[in-house]
């Protein structure tokens, strides 16, 4: 209902690689779901597949499962230049 504020997940900046993370832009996709963009590289445990898992730059927080994960579609990664997400933006359609 929007009367209080919490923390959103936890282990997102936990790890040793998160050093110099930025996170720039966020988007709230309904309920469940929010993303946010930056420039930055960590890694998170996965629970489901029991395994951690490397998250470059975008990352997707959702609350039923209460985990963040990278973008099912790929990374967003460069090995030769800094890479940062400057705008994010959902739409439902």
Do not use: R
Not at 83 to 88: G, K, P
């Amino acid at each position: 209902d929007g009367s209080q504020l919490s923390k959103v997940g936890e282990g997102l900046c936990n790890s040793a690689l998160s050093k110099g993370m930025k996170i720039t832009s966020s988007a709230i996709a309904g309920p469940n779901d929010i993303y946010v963009g930056g420039s930055f590289q960590t890694q998170v445990w996965n629970g489901e597949k029991h395994e951690f898992v490397k998250i470059f730059n975008i990352a997707h927080y959702n609350s039923i499962n209460q985990v963040w994960l990278p973008l099912p579609v790929g990374q967003i990664t460069c090995s030769w230049c800094i890479v940062t997400i400057l705008a994010l933006a959902w739409d439902s359609e």
